[in-house]
């Protein structure tokens, strides 16, 4: 069975660009995360999905981040405009039930140039 | 929120001794502990996890012990190997809200 699929797995852009992030969760799996993990530093939770319901997103910086799990299976992670201190990972992970049993993808490697 | 605490952040051994790392939590409602493997560039890994109604755990060359009075629990890695050297994050769920806290790592060096 194929585990947390994230893309792209590297991405260096100018600051002020966008940059989207794509996940595609364990199937069967209906919670989905997303945490932010800065260079030397453990996993932060940017927002937690619920199916398609963000029922965690207290940690998403809203005026440039977004993000969506339209039909409640992959999800999309935006950021508009990038700012230099958005270098970092972002990864994605997923989990059957609420017991904090988390999978996680290989992550996403933001560079802001 | 939770709070988790993890010492020491770098740790070198030689190849065949033990290793432990050691995390404190603040939320008492706190009630999984996973250990989670992160090589360097890969996803991080689950390698053992502990429930709160259980006191020590162990996998092989791997154990965790939890003391929830004290609200700390710990990794021991026994006849370490170069393979071991990895950064070791614990982690601490919390039921109430859903929500896994990470400790900021520990990098082990195992040297030959």
């Known amino acids: 069975e194929a585990g947390v699929v994230q893309s792209p797995r590297y991405k260096i852009i100018e600051k002020k660009q966008p940059v989207a992030f794509w996940c595609n969760p364990i199937s069967g799996h209906n919670t989905l995360y997303w945490y932010l993990q800065n260079l030397g530093q453990g996993p932060e939770l940017l927002i937690r999905?619920?199916?398609?319901?963000?029922?965690?997103d207290s940690q998403l910086p809203k005026d440039r981040f977004s993000a969506e799990r339209l039909k409640g299976v992959d999800s999309t992670l935006k950021i508009q405009p990038a700012e230099l201190g958005d270098s970092a990972v972002y990864l994605c992970?997923?989990?059957?039930?609420?017991?904090?049993?988390?999978?996680f993808g290989e992550g996403s490697r933001l560079t802001v140039l | 929120g939770e709070n988790v605490e993890q010492h020491p952040s770098t740790l070198s051994v030689q190849e065949g001794d033990s290793a432990v790392i050691k995390c404190t939590y603040s939320d008492s409602a706190s009630n999984y502990f996973p250990w989670y493997k992160q090589e360097l560039g890969k996803r991080p890994q689950l390698i053992i996890d502990?429930?709160?109604?259980?006191g020590e755990k162990k996998d092989q060359r791997i154990a965790v012990t939890l003391n929830k009075t004290a609200k700390h629990f710990s990794l021991h890695i026994t006849e370490t190997q170069p393979e071991d050297s990895a950064v070791y994050f614990c982690a601490a769920w919390h039921s109430g809200y859903s929500t896994l806290t990470f400790g900021k790592g520990t990098m082990l060096l195992v040297s030959p």
């Open positions: 502990i429930r709160s109604n259980v």
């Open positions: 999905y619920e199916n398609e319901e963000a029922v965690d």
């Open positions: 992970a997923s989990s059957l039930k609420l017991t904090g049993e988390l999978f």
